[in-house]
């Protein structure tokens, strides 16, 4: 019995067969279930083959259970993540592992992170005959260790910061792709390259591979931020994801420079096919949510509160001091269906068209004009960040009132937003956590406008 996520020692093609398809088509069988649990028929779902996780939060794709499925799809959706890392890094060790005994490429490691690229790659390490290893030794690991190892450390981080600020440039400004390329396979062959060049002179162990490679990230990062790439809010949210990528990166590195294999350098061509056919195949996942606050004021207070919204004078959330956009005010301009609405939020003012129009019991607009989901964290007014535009959107928002007998109105809150961002496991939590958070501040507003309306305008005792 082999342990599947280590990265050591070659393997044949009969065992690399029984490890990587059963767990390559346990993603089908995850995402059947998971469609099958609320509803959806694949058959309807075009880019289940493509992408068959993403069935696990399809409760936005069918209607079975429609806006209450959002508690179901957040376990869902983290439990997916683990299964989809999980896969990531068995996936990754087996076909590096083959690799070695096929005399192949280490870029293929990469290669299989994508998930249009994955049985390809698998079905043709299932039949790639073995070769004989080479005859070179491994690298003797006493050799002027600290000055060497701080000679290809220093290589390494320079090529890893280099690769970083490449790939970032051609997957988001030239393919405008953010997906698994920018996300996983980019990281992955950055910390491969680095754990490469670090080990080709004196062997280091997986922790002191990784150390550079996580320096690298760190040096990486900074080097986005000088070139006005990326900005503070999205690394910190994308570094998790990155970490892990690279992480695996720099262990298949360092082994293959211990074994010198240079192979793995020529993974960077590997990146450009993958950004290319996310751009071909963009990702696009439609998702709602729905919240509902108790108001003790009248359907009419509550009506005007909504329509003739005042600034939001709450203080902002942590998640906004890092650039995410938050709600400041709403105007109605003019009345019933067909009316302008203007929202008004810190990174600009959506224009939205009111479609139902039922006073003092439904109110919905769908958005015309979005703003930036958010504003980047820079030294620079500018930042060439095209994900900033278009990539998270809302397409609908309605507030529907249910007066009660006790005097109190019910005010319901529902949205409807698309995810262009993939792996859409990964965001979709954030993208949650970040609606929820704006919604959950609005309502408290109206709550508490139409509540002070509600007393200003009772007789005196």
């Not at 694949?42 to 794709?61: E, T």
Request: net charge positive; aromatic share 10%; glycine share 10%.
């Amino acid at each position: 019995m082999i342990n599947p996520f280590s990265f050591n020692g070659p393997i044949g093609r009969i065992t690399y067969a029984l490890w990587a398809l059963p767990i390559f088509f346990a993603q089908y069988g995850a995402g059947w279930l998971a469609g099958h649990a609320q509803g959806v028929s694949i058959s309807n779902y075009d880019v289940f083959y493509a992408f068959p996780l993403r069935l696990l939060f399809a409760d936005q794709v069918g209607p079975k259970f429609g806006y209450a499925s959002q508690f179901f799809s957040l376990p869902m959706t983290l439990g997916g993540l683990a299964f989809m890392l999980l896969a990531c890094w068995t996936l990754a060790a087996l076909t590096y592992r083959r690799a070695l005994h096929a005399r192949g490429g280490g870029w293929l490691a990469a290669a299989v992170l994508m998930p249009l690229l994955q049985l390809p790659v698998i079905l043709v390490m299932c039949v790639v005959p073995p070769r004989q290893p080479s005859a070179e030794p491994l690298l003797d690991a006493d050799r002027e260790r600290k000055i060497a190892g701080w000679g290809g450390a220093a290589q390494g981080m320079i090529a890893g910061i280099a690769l970083t600020l490449a790939a970032v440039a051609l997957s988001a400004l030239v393919f405008g792709a953010y997906g698994y390329g920018i996300f996983l396979a980019s990281p992955f062959v950055v910390g491969g390259i680095t754990g490469y060049l670090a080990n080709r002179a004196v062997p280091l162990n997986d922790r002191e591979t990784n150390r550079i490679v996580f320096r690298t990230g760190f040096f990486a990062c900074l080097a986005l931020m000088v070139t006005a790439l990326e900005g503070i809010g999205c690394l910190i949210m994308a570094a998790p994801l990155a970490a892990f990528a690279a992480m695996l990166g720099g262990i298949v590195g360092g082994d293959a420079a211990r074994r010198k294999r240079a192979g793995l350098v020529s993974s960077v061509a590997v990146l450009p096919i993958i950004f290319a056919l996310e751009a071909a195949f963009p990702p696009s996942l439609v998702f709602g949510t729905e919240q509902t606050i108790a108001i003790a004021a009248s359907p009419d207070r509550v009506w005007s509160a909504i329509v003739r919204m005042e600034t939001i004078k709450e203080p902002i959330a942590l998640i906004h001091h890092i650039g995410i956009a938050y709600p400041v005010r709403g105007r109605v301009f003019g009345e019933g269906v067909g009316a302008l609405r203007y929202g008004d939020f810190s990174t600009g003012t959506a224009v939205e068209r009111v479609t139902e129009w039922e006073v003092n019991r439904k109110l919905t607009f769908v958005v015309l004009r979005d703003i930036p989901g958010l504003r980047e964290l820079s030294p620079y007014r500018h930042v060439h960040a095209p994900h900033v535009h278009g990539y998270f959107t809302t397409r609908e928002t309605s507030f529907e009132l249910i007066p009660r007998a006790d005097g109190v109105t019910e005010l319901v809150e529902r949205t409807s937003h698309e995810l262009r961002l993939d792996p859409a496991l990964y965001w979709l939590p954030f993208a949650r956590f970040m609606v929820d958070t704006n919604n959950a501040r609005v309502l408290r507003h109206i709550k508490e406008q139409a509540e002070r309306s509600m007393v200003a305008s009772s007789p005196s005792p």
